[in-house]
């Protein structure tokens, strides 16, 4: 089975902090993603990798960025952290791409920004 | 673009009644995926079905099937026999074919009463 991890489940932090959120997967997935979680917003894209030191942005990059220096794990850096960044944030990997490419999640961090 | 509408913020369904939750999408990809997903309260994102553009047949698995019908867009998820633990988040997602990025709805709720 797919396992994906993420390294904390709630998370409480200041305004101004910055934050780490880790992602690992032990299935040898090319690709990683993050996404927020909003009610009434569903999922959205943060970034992306589809290799080693590669990442693309998705549709709401600003304020975040990314670091994937091994494989099997892809971090989410909230270089200041603000209120509205408040979320759920939930990481996922796929295969390699390909309209058929399952992405399997992990359980989610709940970020709260004070 | 891509957009994946639900119009069923929630529903309640009987135990052991079959219940179908709405999707419908638009795109201008020849080839595309289609993807539910279970949202439990716990957070993390259950991959239950997927259906392939070009597949000819409706997707099965176990308890959920995909009524698939091209011509109108639509891709609803089908759960036969609800029991009390299919009480969820489901969200409706597609990919593209450069499948790098899934497009979500933004779910319906679930409750199945006893």
């Known amino acids: 089975d797919v396992k994906v991890t993420q390294s904390s489940r709630y998370l409480v932090k200041r305004t101004g902090e910055k934050v780490f959120l880790e992602c690992v997967q032990d299935m040898d997935h090319e690709n990683m993603f993050w996404y927020r979680q909003d009610p009434g917003l569903g999922l959205r894209l943060i970034y992306f990798?589809?290799?080693?030191?590669?990442?693309e942005k998705g549709d709401i990059p600003e304020g975040y960025s990314v670091s994937r220096e091994k494989k099997e794990r892809f971090s989410l850096i909230l270089e200041s952290a603000s209120t509205n960044q408040t979320s759920m944030y939930l990481c996922?990997?796929?295969?390699?791409?390909?309209?058929?490419?399952?992405?399997?999640f992990g359980p989610g961090t709940r970020l709260t920004v004070l | 673009a891509q957009k994946i509408t639900q119009t069923q913020p929630g529903m309640f369904v009987q135990e052991k009644e079959a219940v179908t939750l709405d999707c419908t999408y638009d795109t201008s990809d020849p080839s595309y995926g289609l993807f539910w997903y279970k949202q439990p309260s716990s957070g993390e994102m259950i991959f239950l079905i997927y259906q392939g553009s070009y597949d000819q047949q409706n997707a099965t698995e176990g308890r959920y099937s995909l009524n698939f019908q091209k011509a109108r867009k639509s891709a609803n998820l089908v759960i036969s026999a609800s029991q009390l633990g299919d009480s969820a988040m489901y969200f409706c997602?597609?990919?593209?074919?450069?499948?790098?990025?899934?497009?979500f709805g933004g779910g319906t709720r679930v409750l199945v009463k006893p």
């Open positions: 997602a597609m990919s593209s074919a450069a499948g790098n990025k899934l497009t």
């Open positions: 996922a990997s796929s295969f390699q791409g390909g309209a058929s490419d399952t992405q399997y």
């Open positions: 990798s589809y290799d080693v030191k590669m990442k």
